[in-house]
């Protein structure tokens, strides 16, 4: 075939390149075309150029060069904070006196379309087909979320760490994982599958597996506490907000919960939602297990993907970027394409409805009401359902599981 060329396929990744480029400058457009002037009216909601970067610039002290944690408060783990804080320090750097939110926007959007970069580079290093490849390069949550706030950076150790555990390599794969957790909390569910991986994943004599489950166990707690304990020593109390932020808050006007209390059907408090939502994505977890053990033992960690989606489902916060969170694990182990088209369908609608309602709010046009968000969200929640299906009962993809030469 013409894409093992290697003229053609120089031609090809340079074209996938120039693709991934086109997307990270689109989503520049999008986040930045409200910006000149500042936000007025709700217009960052009804344009859906809403982030959560230009208002750290000065609610966070970024632009007085406050250290996250140390010097100022910070809701997210310690690597996105420190992440936020050099950001801050090179935008500052680059613009001096000058420096204001909208150059604080451009230098995050710079550094999260380089992660997204690497994570294409890992996808062409895994043998990923090239329709896959184009579905990276051209992704519509890409061109939503690139400038929105932090998250690609947990996606890029996520990723990482699944592909570490395809080459068999758990120990480093759960290192990265652990490291993942420190940037969001999403990573941390692939930490018990790849210890079901170590005890089970194979054949080896019992006590290697125990060896290597222990070792693996290590490597995580290892290099999680590597990047927490020295923020949590010395500033404990802002170290733990993100904690009992997750606690506290009440959830996002398109999280299941959220709206089936808005639709009158099982209203609840914050703390049944915490207790819910944990023994609902539980039990659900140990079903994707169970239903998918014999067809994955082998390679668990693909059940990291329905996994995922399970807990955005059950979880009383879903933000609109989380969808960024489970595309690109889509790419990597849906069984069939097709579904992806479906779900993108679903996190445009759902986007869009989410902020064009609180534009309402602010009597801005186009607005969306409570049964718009419903209607968008209980539509993705189909979809995700279908996929968690497709993931946990159909064999990964040949190309994943069978390493190429």
């Known amino acids: 075939m013409a894409w093992v060329l290697p003229q053609d396929l120089n ?35 009804s344009s859906g150029c809403y ?48 420096a204001h939110d909208f150059n604080f926007l451009g230098v995050v959007l710079v550094v999260n379309g380089l992660i997204a970069g690497l994570v294409l580079r890992m996808f062409l290093a895994s043998g990923m087909p090239p329709r896959r490849l184009w579905t990276w390069a051209l992704a519509p949550p890409l061109i939503l979320y690139i400038g929105h706030n932090w998250d690609i950076a947990a996606v890029a150790l996520a990723v990482a760490a699944l592909l570490l555990a395809r080459d068999g390599r758990l120990v480093p794969a759960a290192a990265l994982a652990a490291l993942g957790t420190a940037a969001k909390l999403f990573p941390i569910l692939a930490l018990p ?18 060896l290597r489950a222990t070792a693996l166990s290590a490597a995580a707690i290892g290099a ?74 082998g390679h668990l960690w693909v059940l990291f993907t329905p996994a995922l989606a399970w807990f955005m489902l059950t979880n009383k916060v879903y933000s609109p970027q989380f969808d960024l969170w489970l595309y690109p694990l889509l790419l990597l182990t849906m069984p069939r394409l097709w579904p992806l088209a479906l779900f993108v369908l679903g996190d445009v609608a759902a986007y869009f409805a989410e902020f064009w309602w609180l534009g309402g709010l602010d009597h801005r046009w186009p607005a969306a009401t409570l049964t718009h968000v419903a209607i968008a969200a209980g539509f993705r929640a189909l979809v995700l359902v279908w996929i968690i299906a497709e993931c946990t009962l159909r064999d990964p993809p040949g190309w994943l599981v069978r390493r190429p030469d």
């Open 51 to 98: 982030n959560d970067v230009m208002p750290f610039w000065h609610a966070r002290e970024v632009a007085d060069g406050k250290i996250p944690y140390f010097g100022t408060r910070m809701e997210y783990p310690v690597l996105t904070g420190a992440q936020i804080g050099v950001e801050g320090a090179a935008t500052r750097l680059l613009f001096g006196r000058r």
């Open 224 to 297: 999680w506490a590597m990047v927490n304990l020295p923020v949590a020593w010395f500033a404990f109390d802002n170290w733990s907000e993100f904690y009992r932020f997750s606690q506290e808050r009440p959830g996002t006007v398109a999280a299941t919960w959220s709206v089936l209390a808005d639709r009158g059907w099982w209203d609840t408090w914050i703390e049944d939602r915490n207790l819910y939502a944990a023994i609902a994505f539980l039990l659900g977890f140990v079903l994707i297990i169970g239903f998918g053990w014999r067809r994955h033992r």
């Open 193 to 210: 599958l790849f210890g079901l991986g170590a005890l089970f994943g194979d054949d080896r004599p019992w006590p290697q597996r125990l």
């Open 11 to 45: 031609w090809r990744r340079t074209a996938l390149w120039l693709a991934l480029t086109l997307s990270i400058g689109a989503g520049w457009l999008f986040k930045g075309h409200c910006v000149p002037g500042g936000w007025n009216d709700g217009e960052q909601y």
